[in-house]
């Protein structure tokens, strides 16, 4: 079993900065993928940004060039810097952990607006 506490998020303008982190607690050993999506009401939940254990890394179209993601294997940890926000990026952001097994652990969301 895992568990993912996240932290960060919030309201800022647009062009502005967040820090986004999760940190996976419970048999860590178990984790292959790290990352984050995020969901707008009435729509699906989208892939923002993900990592392998080896450090591969996909973005989102939308999000490349402004976005970061990075890993401490050692803890686990992930984060996602997020930089020149606009506000389409305004969601809830969700972490999320998926498992040599393929079992994908989801954070609780944190919401980021983003104003005009």
């Known amino acids: ?3 993912l506490v996240e932290s960060g998020g919030g309201l800022v303008q647009a062009g502005e900065s967040l820090r986004l982190s999760c940190a996976a607690e ?3 050993r178990l984790i292959n993928v790290m990352g984050w ?3 707008t009401p009435g729509k699906s939940r989208e892939l ?3 990592i392998s254990s080896g450090g ?7 999000v490349k060039g402004r976005f970061t993601i990075s890993r401490d294997n050692a ?3 992930v984060s996602l810097q997020m930089n020149s926000l606009e506000p389409e990026d305004t969601a809830v952001y969700y972490c999320t ?5 393929m079992t994908n652990y989801w954070g609780q969301g944190t919401q980021v607006t983003v104003s005009s």
């Open 37 to 39: 999506y995020r969901q």
């Open 26 to 28: 419970g048999d860590i």
């Open 48 to 50: 923002v940004a993900q």
């Open 75 to 77: 803890k686990p940890k």
């Open 97 to 101: 952990a998926i498992t040599w097994g």
């Open 1 to 3: 079993q895992l568990q």
């Open 56 to 62: 591969s890394i996909n973005y989102a179209n939308s």
